[in-house]
Each structure stands twice: as C-alpha cells, then as structure tokens.
C-alpha cells in the first residue's frame, strides 16, 4: 500500500516542526532545561517522527521528505540518547585550576615518557656538540641564527650594549613567540596521529637543539648566562611543549591500544576532553612564557643580575610544580 | 553513495549522506577565503591603532591573525552547530560518528589535527585519509570522532503540477488500481515519481524512450481493459499511475 502522500506531508507537518523548534533550542541554549512535561512531549513528538520515517520508508519511497524526517529522527536520537554530560557552561578559571592539572596528574606517563624522549634529544645534541663542533651548525635551524655564533661574543655584545634591541618592539615579539609556540604545540599534538612516531621525533629534536645551545655555552664558560637567559621563559615554555608532546604520545597510544579491549573509536572518544585540557592548558603557559622571554628574559647583566633571573626561574618552576602536583577539591570524580 | 547508517533502540533506522572528499575540498576553499578576507579587515581595522602605538597595533594584530587561523573553524563550526560558511554554502553539517550530540571537544580536536591533515601541502594526509576511510574522515575526525555529512534540504514534490487533476481513465476500476498499487514496489513507485518530476530535463528522444519502457511496464502488471488505455501516451499513462499511486481517490 502507498501513503498519499499530499496527506502525510499535512498531517505530520506540525508535529516535525515543533520537534524541530525544540531541537533548535536545545542545540542553540546549553543551558536550556525542559521541564517534566516537556519532555515527554519532546519524547512523543520524537516517536511520532520516528513512525512517520518508518512509515515513508515502507510505503512511498520520497527521498527528499525521508532525507528531512531522517535528520529530524537524527537530531532528536543525539539529544535523546546522549548519555554525556552535557557541555557545561565555560569556566576558565576552574578549568584552568583544577581541570588541566587533575588531566595532567591523570596521564603522568606521558608526560614522563615525553620529558625522557626530550633529555635523551638533549644528551645527543650535547655529545654532538661536544663531539663535533662544526654539528653546531647542522643543527641549529636557521631561526635561532644568532646563536650560531660564539657564546663568550654574544654575552659580551649583550652586557655591554647601551640601546635595547626590543625597544619598541617588545610586545610584538612576545605576539610572535606566544603564537609560534602554540603552532609547535599543536603539531605535537596533531601528529600523534602517525602513532605517536612523528610527535617522539620533534620532541627529540627539540632536545637536540636544546641540548646543543646549552652545552655551547656551558664550555664557552657562559653558564650563568645561559641559565639567566633561559630559565626565566623556559622553565614554562619547555613544560608547556612537553605536555602538548603528551597529548601527541596519548593519541598514539590510544591508536596502538596495548591491552585496552576497548574499541578504538571508545578509546578515542574518551580521551577528547584530556587532550583539550593539556593542549589548552599549554597554550595558556606559552603565552606567560611569550611574554616573560621578550620583557624579562633579554635583558641581562647589568640591568638584571644574573642571580636575580636564576632565582625568578627556579621559583617560577617550584609555582609550576605545586600547581601541577597539587591534589584539588573534587578530584577524582572523573 | 557512501552513507552513515544508525539504527535507534526503536528499530528506527536513519542514514546521513556522507560528504565526498572533492565537496569538503571546496568548502574548505570557501572558509580558506574567508579566513583570508577577516584577516585582511582586521588588519585594516587594526592599522588605526598604529598611529597611537605601533609596537601595540602589530601586536594586536599578530594574535588577530592567529586567533582567526586557528579559532575560526572551532567558533564557526560550534556556533552554527557543526557548519563554517563553507559548509553553510554547499550544504555540509560535521556531526558525531554515532549521531550523538557534536561535543565541544571534538569540534576543537578536528580542527586542531587540521596541523597534521594538511601535512604535507594542501591536504595531502588528510586528503589521502578521507579518500581510504570508508566514512570519508580525515584524520582529525578520526580522532575526534566525527564525520561530514551532506546537510539535508526539504523539497515537496508538486503533485498538482506533475498530475494536473485531470479525468484519470484508469480510476474507472477501483480493483485493478488496487492491484496496481499492490504490485509495485517503493522502489518502483519512487522512480515513476522521479520520471515525472525530471521529465523536462531529459532530451526528447530519451523522454519518449523512457516513458515507454516505463509505461510497458506498468501495463505487463495489470492489464486495464482498452477503454481505460485506448489514446493515452506512454506519458501520460505514467502519469495517471503516479496518480493513483501518490493522491488521495478523490470521490
């Protein structure tokens, strides 16, 4: 038997659109709660629509009509079925204090293993260096070109220099290193899509260069230049990278899966909200450590003593490992 | 067609028409344009501030920029629940793989995973990934969970302009109309549908073809005698089907 289909459309077209005006409401409001009442109306109408579908489906073959009663039917199936909670309202603050620690605590190995990947990097740039001095040069990119020259040079460029090189130009380059950062991050995460394999790489590489820079200057003699030129930034610019690097390992552990017996798409969909945390929560660090290293970070001896910039360093880093390391209220419940 | 089919605890079952890799291509032109004409209005808009504090106006307008590279997709596709302009434009909806509600997470993880996608130009890896993955998913919706659908348009065919309510001969035998309705099948049923509302689109010589073979047949499954059919075209013997099969009898 085939419906009329003229009567159908009369029929069920009041009910599809006030579904459909619920459902806009709901998609449009997180915060909109129905009351007992309207939801069952909103369950009814989902029935109704969902009979209609079966209906056009069975009997009169329209596509156009089946097409809207099936994203009518889809919609209404998300809202109904979804056993997530919904998205809260925004709450930078909390989220900041409580849930991007409590998501870095929660996958320390990561973490760890992405602090690993990076030290051996650092060793190997360091015995490359030491071994080779002309590797320098291989492995320094082209960006960083004023360390390529000698360290002892530079230092004494930059404690007898009179004029501020970043005068005037201060906060854009703190723009330029917060954004370029965050894009290095986000690269880390990104390609922990190849299984993990190309975020070890840059992070490993990033050690190289670490590694390389850090023990030129140290046999140069410049140690304490180089620990007040890096520390104020770097003790929350490094964190932060190394915790984008362990998003990118979580993501390539999900993908190998190891003795999960989860599907890949529940593994997947689980690890969402952790991997919006560590890259969020990284980026916010990336841009106090833009904005420490082009204001604080490049002025050096006399202006600031070195022991002053040491010292701001290691505090920054004990406030970074309180922050991350503390218990907060409510945690465990996720 | 490469679909997404999801069946309700109901038994209900619903399908989406997954977006072809060529069509997100295009969308993703669309909001590339875009992208590039908010960025140069904010640029414009910004060079004001220049002339009070140029360090501050470059400043301001580096993290624009970023934000807008970055941030457009996620705001866009969050507040139109899934759709950028591009996709607004050729119909395209992001929607999660299991047809639960689109998460905030997964709308920020797709878009972020764009840095390994677009690896190594012009959506090499992520091209590459939507024309292997059965769902047509790039590798940030793999990860995100999502896939992207051709958003779906209510049409209503025009049953008085495709059958006119004039005198249907074959109405003059009720049980063999039953008959008729009985035999064919939806799939059927629609494509006589289709014929009639595409009839101007074919050309002449495949119209008179089509509706032949369409007419012959309809009539090998019920015989009406020769006064009901005597005179009438193929055409519009398929349209006095359609008639019978998609309007209400008319008493």
């Not at chain 1, 005006?21 to 915060?31: F, M, S, V, W």
């Not at chain 1, 590694?211 to 104020?232: E, H, K, S, V």
């Not at chain 2, 940030?140 to 008085?160: F, H, M, Q």
């Amino acid at each position: 038997m085939i419906v009329d289909l003229q009567r159908f459309l009369d029929a069920g077209r009041p009910e599809w659109a006030e579904l459909e005006a619920i459902l806009d409401k709901l998609e449009t409001d997180p915060g909109y709660a129905m009351s007992f009442e309207q939801l069952r109306r909103f369950f009814h109408l989902y029935q109704r629509v969902s009979a209609d579908l079966a209906r056009i489906q069975t009997f009169a073959s329209e596509p156009e009509i089946c097409r809207y009663l099936e994203s009518l039917t889809g919609r209404a199936y998300a809202e109904i079925n979804e056993t997530r909670e919904r998205d809260a309202r925004i709450r930078p603050w909390t989220w900041f204090v409580r849930d991007f620690p409590a998501t870095f605590r929660r996958n320390i190995r990561a973490f760890q293993l992405s602090l690993l990947i990076t030290i051996l990097g650092a060793v190997f740039g360091a015995v490359a260096v030491g071994v080779d001095a002309d590797a320098k040069a291989a492995i320094i990119p082209e960006q960083f070109s004023h360390l390529m020259g000698d360290p002892a040079k530079r230092v004494h460029k930059e404690e007898t220099r009179t004029k501020d090189p970043f005068k005037n130009f201060k906060a854009t380059f703190a723009t330029s290193l917060m954004q370029n950062n965050i894009r290095v991050s986000i690269l880390l995460l990104a390609m922990g899509m190849t299984w993990g394999i190309g975020t070890m790489l840059l992070l490993f590489y990033n050690g190289v260069i670490l590694g390389a820079i850090m023990l030129d200057y140290i046999r140069a003699g410049q140690t304490a230049f180089m620990l007040g030129w890096l520390m104020p930034h770097g003790v929350i610019e490094i964190p932060a990278v190394l915790i984008a690097g362990q998003a990118g390992l979580l993501i390539g552990k999900v993908l190998i899966g190891g003795r999960d017996r989860t599907t890949l798409k529940t593994r997947l969909r689980a690890l969402g909200p952790d991997l919006m945390n560590l890259i969020g929560g990284a980026a916010v660090m990336l841009v106090w450590a833009g904005l420490i290293e082009s204001f604080f970070s490049q002025v050096h001896q006399p202006v600031i003593p070195y022991a002053a910039k040491i010292a701001f360093g290691a505090a920054e880093l004990a406030l970074l490992c309180w922050f991350l390391g503390r218990r907060t209220s409510g945690e465990g419940t996720h | 067609m490469n679909e997404l089919r999801i069946r309700t605890p109901e038994g209900v079952e619903f399908a989406f028409a997954l977006a072809s890799p060529i069509t997100r291509f295009l969308a993703w032109s669309v909001d590339a344009a875009v992208i590039s004409v908010l960025s140069s209005a904010t640029g414009t808009c910004l060079a004001v501030l220049g002339t009070l504090n140029f360090d501050f106006a470059r400043a301001v307008t580096i993290i624009c920029y970023f934000a807008i590279s970055i941030g457009y997709g996620i705001v866009a596709e969050w507040y139109w629940r899934g759709q950028t302009v591009g996709k607004r434009l050729l119909r395209l909806r992001v929607m999660d793989e299991q047809g639960l509600r689109l998460r905030f997470n997964q709308i920020v993880i797709r878009n972020l995973l764009r840095a390994v996608d677009m690896l190594p130009g012009l959506y090499l890896f992520g091209g590459t990934a939507s024309l292997l993955s059965a769902r047509a998913q790039r590798l940030g919706d793999l990860a995100a969970n999502t896939v992207v659908i051709r958003s779906p348009k209510i049409t209503e065919p025009d049953l008085e302009q495709l059958v006119s309510g004039k005198f249907n001969s074959l109405r003059q035998f009720p049980h063999l109309e039953a008959r008729l309705r009985q035999r064919l099948s939806p799939v059927e049923s629609a494509v006589l549908l289709e014929a009639l509302i595409r009839r101007d689109d074919f050309e002449a010589a495949a119209r008179v073809t089509l509706f032949a073979e369409l007419a012959g047949h309809c009539r090998a499954l019920v015989h009406f005698p020769p006064e009901a059919t005597e005179s009438l075209a193929d055409e519009q013997y398929v349209r006095n089907v359609v008639d019978i099969l998609f309007r209400k009898h008319s008493v």
